[in-house]
């Protein structure tokens, strides 16, 4: 006789995992049913694949004691009960009606977990002093729950976190981690692959789906994978941000503004390290930078509390002045010239005082030696850049200027990498220094050396360490363009994470 559950799927509607197991009708509202959010539980959703059934017991606390067994040889117990043993030893209790849904205490997902939260999360602990989102320090077993629960590609993104971390931070290769890490690589891209297959028809978890391809992304930059390819990946995000509606109808749904700020980020700092002539910036991707800053910056996201919205938008600015003044030979020079003293004047007339009034209290130290730091590495940046594609002249007010802005940066820089708190904020001011020290001295070239070798270490990316390596190139060219350092499309992006947990 066939089971009720089988009728349910003929029918179109499939009960999610949770109610199914505690045999109740399930409301199958997507992507998470009421029942569950009512109940204080996770919904398992409603996948093809059983979910894992674990739960969570505080190390050393017995509930209850099996009857002594027999005396017998240790090499005959029962796979299962020796799974069982090394689960609850970890703290993990299963249940003996789920016994064949066990996750392994040595799988990669378990491992990973306890790899993150011994070695990256504390790293990340110290930026949320400052960054209040910038991130999950710990992986807790809720939040290892509902991981079950997702898309198999965001499982996918904690191991390879955890393996490139672990040959990152080390700083040896290894055969086997890196076979490991291009193995559940090619497994996130896949699962990636359906969901944008199901968003691209149905229109289902399209924030999941964004968030995904952002981790792919990071995944591959990390390992210093992605300098050639991450443009498709952002292109592959705006496609998907078009589908759903637009930045404006995607930027109202709930827990997706991490995944959206992140994407900007990403977009408009990978462009301030690219050849202008490799910019392609339209009209609508500016008009999203500024619906954004100018609706969502005064929410205390954590985009904008790294980097002042004032000057995130003015380093857009600069970015699609500089494809302007590249590409198109119509503009005349004194137009560009105008628009490029317009975005600077808003730079030089930022506040680091006044927008560090805006937080709270106890932020307003970190904030204000944020903005500090910023507002130099933006405005040189914006000089630098400019007049690489001839929008600003050669002056000797600019050249004093950069000067001053560069002794700035250095000082401001020095005391952020004194405190573990703005190692991995910091990552794309350096780099600008770095660029900035082709015009300065032998101290200062080392200042930005041994800093990036600084973050590289504490952070466990490559990214730093590759950026150390295009900017010492830089300065035993000769050359001292902008363009000259950034000759290819690089992205030098902090070690930031993918928060999913409202989604």
């Known amino acids: 006789m066939p089971r009720k559950e089988d009728d349910m799927e003929e029918t179109g509607k499939r009960h999610c995992w949770e109610c199914r197991r505690r045999r109740l009708v399930c409301d199958f509202t997507r992507p998470e049913c009421n029942r569950c959010s009512r109940a204080g539980i996770v919904c398992p959703r409603y996948g093809d694949t059983k979910p894992l059934s674990l739960k969570w017991l505080v190390p050393g606390v017995v509930q209850s004691h099996d009857r002594r067994p027999r005396k017998r040889n240790v090499g005959n117990i029962p796979d299962a009960t020796a799974e069982r043993s090394l689960a609850n030893a970890r703290g993990m209790a299963v249940s003996p009606r789920h016994m064949e849904m066990i996750v392994p205490a040595e799988s990669d997902l378990v491992q990973a977990t306890e790899y993150f939260n011994a070695y990256v999360g504390p790293s990340i602990q110290p930026v949320l002093e400052v960054v209040p989102e910038f991130g999950i ?36 290769q290894c055969n086997a981690l890196e076979r490991k890490y291009l193995h559940y690589r090619g497994l996130m891209i896949k699962s990636l692959r359906s969901d944008i297959n199901v968003e691209c028809t149905a229109g289902r978890r399209g924030g999941y789906t964004i968030a995904g391809i952002l981790a792919l992304l990071l995944t591959d930059a990390r390992q ?39 994407f900007m980020l990403t977009a408009v700092l990978g462009d301030t390290t690219s050849p202008a002539s490799d910019l392609a910036i339209l009209p609508a991707h500016l008009e999203d930078v500024e619906y954004m800053v100018n609706t969502h910056a005064d929410e205390n996201h954590a985009l904008y509390i790294m980097f002042p919205s004032p000057l995130f938008a003015g380093t857009a600015k600069t970015n699609y002045l500089r494809m302007r003044a590249a590409k198109d030979k119509s503009v005349e020079a004194g137009e560009l010239a105008h628009e490029a003293y317009d975005i600077l004047d808003v730079v030089l007339s930022f506040s680091p005082e006044n927008w560090a009034k805006t937080k709270t209290k106890a ?65 794309w001011p350096l780099v600008v220094l770095g660029a900035e020290a082709v015009r300065g001295d032998a101290a200062m070239r080392d200042f930005v050396r041994k800093g990036l070798l600084e973050v590289s270490g504490y ?35 902090g070690a930031h994470g993918i928060d999913c947990r409202e989604l």
């Not at 710990?138 to 955890?162: D, E, N, V, W, Y």
């Not at 443009?231 to 109202?252: D, F």
Request: proline letters at 4%; aromatic letters at 8%.
């Open 363 to 427: 932020l307003q130290k970190d904030c204000m030696l944020l903005g500090n730091l910023y507002k130099a590495a933006v405005a040189l940046f914006c000089i630098s850049s400019l007049q690489s594609v001839s929008a600003l002249p050669m002056t000797p007010f600019l050249t004093r200027t950069c000067a001053a802005l560069s002794q700035q940066l250095q000082s401001f820089l020095g005391e952020a990498l004194l405190s573990q708190k703005f190692e991995r904020i910091i990552i």
């Open 137 to 172: 320090p710990l992986i807790s077993p809720a939040i290892f729950q509902k991981c079950l629960g997702c898309p198999s590609h965001i499982r996918h993104f904690m191991i390879c976190t955890a393996l490139g971390h672990r040959m990152n931070h080390n700083g040896a």
């Open 459 to 493: 952070t466990g990316t490559i990214t730093p360490r590759m950026a150390k390596s295009v900017v010492e190139r830089f300065w035993a060219s000769g050359k001292t363009r902008w363009d000259d350092c950034f000759d290819e499309s690089y992205m030098f992006l």
């Open 224 to 262: 210093g994978a992605s300098y050639q390819s991450w443009r498709h990946h952002l292109e592959g995000i705006r496609k998907i941000i078009k589908l759903r509606g637009g930045m404006r109808v995607s930027s109202g749904t709930v827990g997706i503004m991490p995944s959206l700020n992140l």
